[in-house]
Structures are given as C-alpha cells and as structure tokens.
C-alpha cells in the first residue's frame, strides 16, 4: 500500500497511522483471496503491525538493519535505489531482499525524482539478488527494459490509469514471461 501522491491524499491529506492500519486490515483480506502479497511503504511499525509480508523502504527512511530489527526476519525487505552506489550498496546489504532501480523515465509518479535511465538496467543485469525496474514503464517500453537486462518490473500508472487494468495487468505478466 502506498498512499504517497494518490488523488485521495491530495484530497483528504496524509493517511494517519490509524487509519493506514485499518485499510491495510481490509487489503490483507483482498491480497489473501487472490493469493498475493501485502506490501506495506516506508514505515516498518506499520509493517509489523499489519503483519505485512513485505516492507519497502526509500533512501530517506529507516536503514534496512535498523527496520529488520522492527519487523524481523520473516518479512520480505526492499529498497529503491537510484544510481549504482545506492544500487551496489543493497546488492551487499544482508538485510535486504530484493531492490528496486529507477526511475527508468521520468514520470508524473515521482515528481522531481531524476531519471536514471536505462543505464542504471544495465549496471544491475545479471546480479542475482532479486530486482526491479521501475519507473515510467508500460507495455509499450517492456521490450527495451527487457533488452536492457531486467526481468522484473514495478508499475503504477500502466495498470492505474488503464482503461481496463486487468487486461493491462496481464499484457504487462506477459511481456516479462
Ligand atoms: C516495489 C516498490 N517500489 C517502490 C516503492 C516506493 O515508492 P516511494 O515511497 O514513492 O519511493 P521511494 O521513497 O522508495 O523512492 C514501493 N512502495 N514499492
Ligand atoms: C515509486 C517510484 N520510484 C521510482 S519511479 C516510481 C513511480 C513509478 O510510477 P509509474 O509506473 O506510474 O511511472
């Protein structure tokens, strides 16, 4: 769950911790029938509390060690990562399993985030700690993602903004086959 950004923070302001555990009690619900995973952005209290499986974390929250001794060593933990230090430093981290590299474009998801690009694709290639591209990406752009090495990828607008996000769901499932 991510809150950061959408129409209803705009609207209604910042979720209170609260509230984000109680949206997270019924998302558990809906990940668990459809055999899914519950993520939870940023906040390792909140993680724990929502017995979430995975914790993301960003560059300026709590550093991978600090939030494992919160939630431990049964939840999945990862981490967006931006240029090849940030990258090289979670492929070493012990506490982190599995990473993110982006923004592969710019996009109206993360204002003001700097793009990367491909390039940072192509540093991680091959590394054999699970990872994602992210950023930017839809159907139409998989194949040159794929070309530059990855083999997963994080979307939000491609499946939000979609006309019918299952159908662009399952062409994205697709693409990365
Ligand atoms: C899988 C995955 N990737 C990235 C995010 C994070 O979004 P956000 O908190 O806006 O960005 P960073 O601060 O981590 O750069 C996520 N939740 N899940
Ligand atoms: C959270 C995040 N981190 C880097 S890009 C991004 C958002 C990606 O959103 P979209 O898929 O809509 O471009």
Redesign the pocket.
Known sequence: M?D??SPGEREFGALEAGEELAMLAEMRGVVDAHGALL?V??RADIALLAGAD?L??????LRPEQARRIVGDDVIV???T?DPDQAHAAIADDAVD?F?VGPCWPTP??PG?AAPGLGLVREVAGVSKPW?A?GGIDSARLPEVRDAGARRA?VVRAITAADDPAAAAAQLRAGLA
């Open positions: 991510r950061k950004g993520s952005n940023d995975v993301h974390l960003g560059q300026g929250d990862g981490v967006s931006h599995y993110c998801t993360k985030r994602f992210i994080v």
